[in-house]
């Protein structure tokens, strides 16, 4: 009988969890997002360290998760400096005129959860160059409880992280980036790349 009342009490407990909010401007100033032109002529790399966002997580219902990841255009950086500016200018990614590169979150599909771990299937609304598409991209979310001092080197504070990871191609002309131009120093498709940390701390 008292077996039988723990486990309803779990039950009861995880049916009842509150979503949590983690959020990703990062307090160490780490989270970046890394891209790659992997061009003819000028492989180009490069990243973007203006990361921020709000996500709401359930550890007890994963497939409810919501939210949106935003960079912030200007941040955007490769190893040349012109190039750097070019990036940003009018006639690539206007970052006066378009500030924020964003995923919004749609829905999770393909849900699948190990321990810590969930895989799933990140359907959503992108924007970049001020064009707005539908995207799926296969993620990780990785959910650590009690991590968010740990991570700052201060374990007396409380508090969860979420670590996002994916992965994902699109093609510049699909965004209005100077399609069909310089395709042998530009490659035409953009690869991104994500793994960053959102912050949940204790209040």
């Given at each position: 009988?008292?077996?039988?009342?723990?486990?309803?009490?779990?039950?009861?407990?995880?049916?009842?969890?509150?979503?949590?909010?983690?959020?990703?401007?990062?307090?160490?100033?780490?989270?970046?997002?890394?891209?790659?032109?992997?061009?003819?002529?000028?492989?180009?790399?490069?990243?973007?360290?203006?990361?921020?966002?709000?996500?709401?997580?359930?550890?007890?219902?994963?497939?409810?998760?919501?939210?949106?990841?935003?960079?912030?255009?200007?941040?955007?950086?490769?190893?040349?400096?012109?190039?750097?500016?070019?990036?940003?200018?009018?006639k690539?990614?206007?970052?006066?005129?378009?500030?924020?590169?964003?995923?919004?979150?749609?829905?999770?599909?393909?849900?699948?959860?190990?321990?810590?771990?969930?895989?799933a299937?990140?359907?959503?609304?992108?924007?970049?160059?001020?064009?707005?598409?539908?995207?799926?991209?296969?993620?990780k979310?990785?959910?650590?409880?009690?991590a968010?001092g740990?991570?700052?080197?201060?374990?007396?504070?409380?508090?969860?992280?979420?670590?996002?990871?994916?992965s994902?191609?699109?093609?510049?002309?699909?965004?209005?980036?100077?399609a069909?131009?310089?395709?042998?120093?530009?490659?035409?498709?953009?690869?991104?790349?994500?793994?960053?940390?959102?912050?949940?701390?204790k209040?």
């Open positions: 009988m008292k077996k039988i009342l723990l486990i309803s009490l779990v039950l009861s407990s995880a049916l009842n969890a509150a979503p949590i909010s983690f959020d990703f401007k990062d307090p160490k100033g780490v989270n970046a997002i890394q891209f790659s032109l992997d061009s003819l002529l000028e492989p180009i790399s490069g990243n973007g360290s203006g990361v921020s966002g709000m996500v709401s997580f359930d550890p007890a219902n994963v497939g409810a998760t919501s939210g949106k990841i935003v960079v912030a255009t200007a941040s955007l950086t490769v190893s040349n400096s012109m190039m750097t500016d070019h990036l940003r200018g009018e690539w990614l206007n970052a006066p005129v378009h500030p924020e590169i964003v995923f919004e979150l749609v829905k999770l599909d393909n849900v699948q959860t190990s321990g810590t771990t969930t895989t299937t990140a359907a959503g609304k992108f924007t970049l160059n001020g064009v707005t598409k539908s995207l799926t991209v296969p993620v979310l990785t959910h650590l409880a009690g968010f740990k991570r700052l080197n201060k374990p007396e504070i409380g508090g969860d992280l979420l670590v996002i990871r994916g994902f191609t699109i093609n510049r002309s699909d965004y209005a980036i100077m069909g131009q310089m395709e042998d120093k530009v490659n035409p498709e953009i690869k991104l790349t994500l793994a960053i940390v959102g912050s949940a701390p209040a």
